[in-house]
């Protein structure tokens, strides 16, 4: 009898016999255990639900803007085809460019789906490594030369010679090539974006930082939200989906990292 009454105790039985009656007892250890397992399941359904309707907003928007893109890319090769015979060189230039905007927009689109869809299914590698930052930077400097050219838009690196971070270097690409491409869309020509790091304590910052167009602080973190997608044009009338910086969100995490903006208008 002492043997169960002691298992009662502990909480791992259920039943006690006294005076030839079965009083079904209910433990508090186990109360709290049905309990937390309860609020488990609604925190996970929640997330579940939050999950689904991410993604349910995320392939609307997807769908919306490719077809947007290659409807621009469809009607572009079609007066391509018909002045080919008929107009001068410059209009045939002129629908050629357009042509590539199209092709670029809708291959960066592409790209960031997939690195997006990647991190909802959970497949994507993190693999950290101990890498260059300012070779990093550079390297995303010298990429993106003939672009800011085009705006002539002085883009330039302020880091030191070297310095060593620990992380994975081909999400932090993917991240900082993102943040360079948004600051030379939203940057008036003969404007200046500078990338520069600093070091906090064990962290390495990288910044992007831009003359350009600027954002009202209230509609900061909606750049990061899907839910609340903050989108505009660029200076150029580039046109944008609003989703890389969402998808930069989604990268820093996890590359156990922070990602976010500080900004007023013209600044």
Aim: hydrophobic residues 40%; glycine residues 6%; proline residues 1%.
């Amino acid at each position: 009898m002492e043997a169960i009454i002691e298992g009662f105790q502990k909480g791992e039985i259920d039943a006690i016999l006294h005076d030839n009656e079965v009083f079904l007892l209910r433990s508090e250890t186990q109360v709290r255990r049905t309990e937390a397992n309860l609020k488990q399941s609604e925190e996970t359904q929640l997330y579940l639900t939050e999950l689904n309707q991410s993604k349910d907003r995320f392939f609307s928007i997807l769908g919306h803007d490719l077809r947007g893109m290659f409807n621009s890319l469809i009607v572009s090769t079609d007066m391509l085809v018909k002045i080919a015979n008929k107009e001068s060189s410059n209009k045939m230039i002129q629908f050629a460019s357009t042509m590539k905007k199209s092709t670029h927009n809708a291959y960066e689109l592409l790209e960031n789906l997939l690195t997006w869809s990647r991190c909802q299914r959970g497949i994507m590698q993190v693999s950290p490594v101990e890498f260059d930052v300012c070779q990093l930077i550079q390297n995303n400097i010298d990429l993106f030369a003939e672009k800011a050219g085009q705006k002539n838009i002085a883009l330039r690196a302020d880091t030191p010679d070297q310095l060593i971070a620990l992380a994975d270097r081909n999400i932090a690409d993917t991240i900082l090539r993102n943040l360079i491409a948004n600051a030379l869309k939203f940057t008036h020509p003969n404007g200046s974006i500078r990338v520069f790091t600093t070091e906090k304590g064990n962290s390495v910052h990288i910044s992007v930082e831009d003359d350009g167009t600027g954002i009202e602080p209230e509609n900061l973190q909606s750049l990061f939200q899907i839910d609340s997608r903050y989108k505009r044009k660029g200076t150029a009338n580039e046109q944008g989906t609003g989703l890389g910086l969402i998808m930069c969100k989604e990268l820093a995490l996890k590359n156990n990292g922070e990602i976010w903006a500080v900004s007023e208008i013209d600044k």
